[in-house]
């Protein structure tokens, strides 16, 4: 696979399923958003804005499908994230309808 398809390609996913992506790094561990932001760039290769994380965590938020508790860590209050049951519900559906895409070309 070309490299420049594949940045193309990957770009274009976090673009467009950014929720997805977030959700994802979510379910693994919960998590605040300065490690999310980097955890996209370390999987992705590609820099993440928090002008387009933090909208995103809170959309998620107001969804229901993720939620957060500020925490104290090393004399810092942080915001950490979670995903709810719905959340896991939400990327279930993504995966089934994907797999079922992959499927059917």
Do not use: C
Request: charged share 25%; proline share 3%.
């Amino acid at each position: 696979m070309s490299e420049t398809y594949k940045k193309q390609i990957v770009q274009h996913i976090i673009r467009n399923l950014l929720d997805i992506q977030l959700l994802r790094i979510i379910q693994t561990q919960p998590t605040w958003g300065y490690k999310i932001k980097k955890q996209v760039e370390i999987d992705f290769n590609v820099k993440l804005r928090h002008g387009a994380l933090y909208p995103t965590l809170n959309e998620l938020e107001q969804k229901g499908f993720a939620e957060s508790k500020k925490q104290q860590k090393d004399g810092r209050a942080r915001k950490v994230y979670t995903i709810t049951e719905n959340g896991k519900i939400y990327l279930q559906t993504y995966y089934s309808i994907l797999k079922n895409q992959l499927k059917n070309p």
